[in-house]
């Protein structure tokens, strides 16, 4: 296991209540495989990239589990000790809309090799050499060195952000909707650009994302989050083609095809508030398979891919 | 129930917007919409799919005349609205309905639901006090936002963007138009929820035989939808058809990497890389002559497509595609 999240909690105190963001969570992945982590907006996605990488506000309420990285549980890592050998070292991350995140005064170059001089210390010159070089992976001309943000297409500013990710030779990259902010063609692009990208290095990718195809492109492991929970977690191949969940099968069918002619389904009601879900079965109020059984917490059943939680899939 | 007729008929449109640089500056113009024709039946949906700078809103923009166009008719109804003004301007608001992207941006914050439902009749001054109201509760069972006294008095924060959508919906529809444009209707809003939202506008617009134009960038979500779709690039309509033809059997090379670049959901998809075309869209300030797609297309045909635009060439009846490769090769 190279990836180990067990139990991770972030909870955040706010007026109206404790937010339950991530309650719970726990799912494995080995070196160089990609997950991609699904929901819909406001079921804790974002949190969970944010509990991993301890991006936290100051709200925070309760914080913790157990983050296993390669064997080392970097939570017990003080923040100091975080901040120098894990965070953009170890883990980095491409936040959402990063393409809008850049810095509009200093050059593409520079941007790229600042984490680079800032965590590993490197000396400038060399920082530089390592960012053409980035550049250059991302498939990007190296004399946009020098160029400034404004300067570049959306679609180059975001992949500016995955140079920058990369730079300092991360474990795991953690991607939060790296391509929902672009036109079909140039995420058609981005995304060539991470399959490229993964055979040249062996990286494992986190990848948040609400648009289930788009998540196909690029996963070997699915996790379906709702209400905080990791509700499914499966193997690419099992779960487009018979997923466990209630929950995964009504998302799946959601979504628009465009080579088959299948008419789309849609969910009925709205994910519940993460201050008091519903006790047991979270998803119940909207699952058409909904029985006695569901007012109890549910089990996790292990599938043969990975997980569910669901009291159907439990063998009588 | 389908009354049929042309609704809409719109031919050579242009609409280019002035951009000054500096004090002295010439003047520079983004040809946003140029040359565009396009046809609506009475009861029609058609989709107009294109990225994002590739003009379809301002057309949308142009044919609601929130736009002046340079050139071109626009004729509604048997009516020429190309170029009216004041009074009758305001009368042709009263037959469209517009749909915006996002919803709340689209709704004054400090008007209650009612208010803003209401402020349409009002201005067109359609009823009496007692019969608004009641116009205003039958649109919102209509979008169903029910109970409706459960809603008329929020004001729009107080509700998920799927209601607020909803809301802007039944605002568009209240003056019973005849064409409604939405643009984008459903892109702001949550995957579960946009189909819910686009199967309600599609129920609507088939009870009262609505023309909707339907612009959007996702053409998966436009088959279940719109009866025909238009394929827009750089200003200019460049395929169209009926949707499920244009999608399964597109001509237009552009058309056709659109269509390659969208996956469905399959665990295959992460073994295959995608045939995206080089560049990027060009700008609108200085286009391309010739074909706008002929710097990226992989079948330009040079001293014609660089030079010369591609006219009309008919796959069949009702599909047609402008590209000197389809039509050279017959």
């Not at chain 2, 992460?270 to 869209?281: C, L, M, N, W, Y």
Request: glycine fraction near 6%; charged fraction near 25%.
């Amino acid at each position: 296991m190279y990836l180990e999240v067990k139990n991770l909690y972030l909870y955040y105190k706010t007026l109206k209540g404790i937010v339950k963001a991530v309650d719970g969570v726990s799912f494995n992945l080995n070196k160089g495989e990609a997950m991609a982590l699904i929901g819909e907006s406001g079921c804790g996605k974002s949190s969970l990239s944010r509990a991993i990488l301890r991006l936290l506000p100051r709200n925070v309420h309760r914080y913790e589990g157990v983050v296993r990285l390669n064997g080392d549980n970097i939570m017990e890592y003080d923040d100091e000790k975080f901040r120098r050998e894990v965070r953009w070292i170890r883990i980095s991350y491409v936040p959402q809309a990063a393409m809008n995140a850049l810095n509009p005064v200093i050059k593409v170059g520079d941007q790229i090799a600042e984490p680079l001089i800032i965590h590993k210390g490197v000396s400038k010159n060399e920082a530089l050499e390592k960012a053409a070089k980035l550049l250059d992976i991302v498939n990007i001309p190296v004399d946009f060195i020098n160029r400034y943000p404004f300067e570049l297409s959306g679609g180059m500013r975001q992949r500016v952000a995955i140079a920058m990710a990369l730079v300092t030779d991360p474990e795991v990259v953690i991607m939060d909707e790296p391509t929902s902010a672009l036109d079909v063609l140039t995420q058609a692009n981005i995304l060539n650009e991470i399959k490229d990208i993964r055979k040249k290095i062996n990286l494992t990718i986190i990848y948040i994302t609400h648009d289930i195809s788009v998540s196909s492109e690029i996963a070997d492991k699915v996790a379906v989050m709702y209400a905080g929970e990791i509700v499914e977690f499966n193997d690419a191949d099992h779960f487009f083609k018979e997923p466990q969940h209630p929950y995964s099968k009504l998302l799946l069918y959601s979504v628009p095809t465009l080579r088959v002619d299948r008419e789309p389904i849609y969910i009925k009601g709205s994910p519940p508030s993460l201050i008091n879900p519903p006790t047991g079965c979270r998803f119940k109020d909207r699952c058409p398979y909904r029985f006695d059984k569901c007012e109890e917490s549910p089990p996790k059943v292990s599938t043969n891919g990975g997980f569910a939680k669901c009291w159907l899939l439990e063998k009588r | 129930m389908a009354e049929n007729g042309k609704l809409l008929e719109i031919n050579n449109l242009k609409m280019y917007h002035v951009i000054r640089k500096g004090l002295f500056g010439g003047r520079f113009y983004v040809r946003a919409v140029d040359n565009v024709d396009l046809n609506l039946e009475k009861g029609e949906a058609l989709a107009i799919i294109g990225e994002s700078g590739s003009g379809k809103t301002t057309l949308g923009k142009t044919i609601l005349r929130l736009y002046e166009p340079l050139d071109g008719k626009i004729i509604f109804d048997g009516w020429d609205v190309t170029h009216i003004k004041g009074k009758e301007l305001k009368r042709y608001r009263r037959w469209t309905g517009f749909i915006q992207q996002d919803p709340y941006g689209a709704l004054p914050p400090f008007m209650t639901i009612k208010q803003i439902l209401e402020e349409p009749l009002k201005i067109h001054k359609i009823g009496n006090k007692e019969e608004r109201i009641e116009r205003v509760h039958r649109v919102l069972e209509e979008v169903r936002l029910t109970p409706v006294e459960d809603f008329i008095n929020k004001y729009p924060h107080m509700l998920s963007g799927g209601q607020q959508q909803r809301v802007v919906i039944a605002r568009s529809i209240i003056t019973d138009p005849k064409l409604i444009i939405a643009d984008e209707p459903v892109s702001m809003l949550d995957a579960s929820v946009r189909i819910e939202v686009l199967r309600l506008l599609r129920d609507i617009q088939k009870k009262h035989n609505l023309g909707i134009i339907y612009i959007s960038h996702d053409l998966s979500t436009t088959k279940y939808f719109s009866n025909r779709i238009h394929i827009m690039y750089a200003g200019k309509i460049v395929e169209g058809g009926p949707s499920k033809e244009v999608i399964h059997n597109p001509q237009h090379p552009y058309t056709k990497y659109l269509i390659n670049a969208l996956p469905d959901p399959d665990p295959n998809n992460r073994f295959i890389k995608r045939d995206v075309p080089p560049g990027e869209p060009p700008s609108l300030i200085n286009p391309p002559q010739g074909c706008r797609f002929h710097p990226r297309c992989p079948l330009s045909i040079k001293g014609l497509c660089d030079l010369k635009e591609p006219g009309y060439t008919y796959v069949n009846e009702n599909h047609f595609v402008k590209c000197w490769y389809y039509e050279k090769r017959g």
